[in-house]
T-cell receptor, first 115, second 114 residues
């Protein structure tokens, strides 16, 4: 069975500092990987996704993530955060072989950007 | 283009009461999903619908029923609410039931069961 672990429940960081949100997954088959962001009192929206090809994926709002198959990780990074990046971030995995469209989400990481 | 809309936004129920959460999308998507979000547990899939007329169980279907009324609408029903169903419920849709598809989420319904 697949699972996703987000290693930090909360990440406080000062504005304009770099940030990394960590995500590890476990799966016996190849997977597709996603990062979603949830701003306060809103639904989730897609930041980026890895399907195949280049292991460095660029998303919206200056975020990027690197797929590392040997370490089964998909960490999210941003070189300089803004106050507006304060939100909850979810890593998710889907199973290409099942073709059901179902996503398995991690527990979420709250990014708190301080002035 | 409103995307995915959900009603109501907030609801308080007493144990044993029933209610239906409504979801609609205007993106002509084929697939729709219901998730619940609980603190420290991420989102868990309750039910999904690959296309109009079909529904399937997700990870946590017990205590819920769904109806795919037409291509636009996918409702979630709690027949006899329990305090364990206190949660935030999200509806989502995607163009196809594919593992590469982006899912588009509604704003959520905050449900409290007393």
């Amino acid at each position: 069975a697949q699972s996703v672990t987000q290693l930090d429940s909360q990440v406080p960081v000062f504005e304009e500092a770099p940030v990394e949100l960590r995500c590890n997954y476990s799966s016996s088959v190849s997977v597709y990987l996603f990062w979603y962001v949830q701003y306060p009192n809103q639904g989730l929206q897609l930041l980026l996704k890895y399907l195949s090809g280049s292991t460095l994926v660029k998303g919206i709002n200056g975020f990027e993530a690197e797929f590392n198959k040997s370490q089964t990780s998909f960490h999210l990074r941003k070189p300089s955060v803004h106050i507006s990046d304060t939100a909850e971030y979810f890593c998710a995995v889907s199973d290409p072989s099942g073709n059901t469209g179902k996503l398995i989400f991690g527990q979420g990481t709250t990014l708190q950007v301080k002035p | 283009n409103a995307g995915v809309t959900q009603t109501p936004k907030f609801q308080v129920l007493k144990t044993g009461q029933s209610m239906t959460l409504q979801c609609a999308q205007d993106m002509n998507h084929n697939s729709m999903y219901w998730y619940r979000q609980d603190p420290g547990m991420g989102l868990r899939l309750i039910y999904y619908s690959a296309s109009e007329g079909t529904t399937d169980k997700g990870e946590v279907p017990n205590g819920y029923n769904v109806s795919r009324l037409n291509k636009r609408e996918f409702s979630l029903r709690l027949e006899s609410a329990a305090p364990s169903q206190t949660s935030v419920y999200f509806c989502a849709s995607s163009p196809l039931l594919g593992t590469t598809d982006t899912q588009y989420f509604g704003p959520g319904t905050r449900l409290t069961v007393l």
